[in-house]
């Protein structure tokens, strides 16, 4: 005997606020969030999982178990949670270390270089705390810690002055195709 399909049926007043809502979330780019809330709305309208997950093009299961969330526990149930992956090695102690560390430059640490790269803080984590990472992840730790990027400014070393700025107002703005404004 085949399975009579979820409908949940929603105050007049609730299904306006999840519209409301799931606009909100569009505007704050929460993308995920609006899916669920739309699932939720689409249900309330008797459509069936099936048809939601081919409007909304996600896995019939998910759209069931939103459902049965939204259900068993209200809107807060469809809004971001904690999302699964591997725990961090570097605990929030050593993350607090390691902005000491970089704080304090790459010079005190040994290095001869004034800036710091990705490779460099890669192998004071490998020295220090003895975790392995690639240089790409090092790069979303350190913006997870909220370190900027510094690029370095070419400056011609032996430049004169006086002859870079004769180029900039006279030279180059006849070779260049359209005039400087």
Known sequence: MPTKPRIIKLHVKTSHKLILLK???ERAGEYRVAKRIHA???NNQENTSTKIANLLQAPRSKVSEWLRNY???G???LLEGHRSGRKSELSQEKLIELGDIIDSGPIAYGYTSAVWNSIMI???IQNEF???YHPAHVRKILHKMNFSVQRPKRVLAR???EQKNKWRRYIYPNIKKKPIN
Do not use: G, I, P, S
Request: aromatic share 10%.
């Open 23 to 25: 606009k909100e979330a």
């Open 40 to 42: 939720v709305l689409l």
């Open 71 to 73: 259900e068993n526990y």
């Open 75 to 77: 809107y807060d149930a």
């Open 122 to 124: 890669r192998d004071v």
């Open 130 to 132: 003895l975790v392995d």
């Open 159 to 161: 430049a004169n002055e």
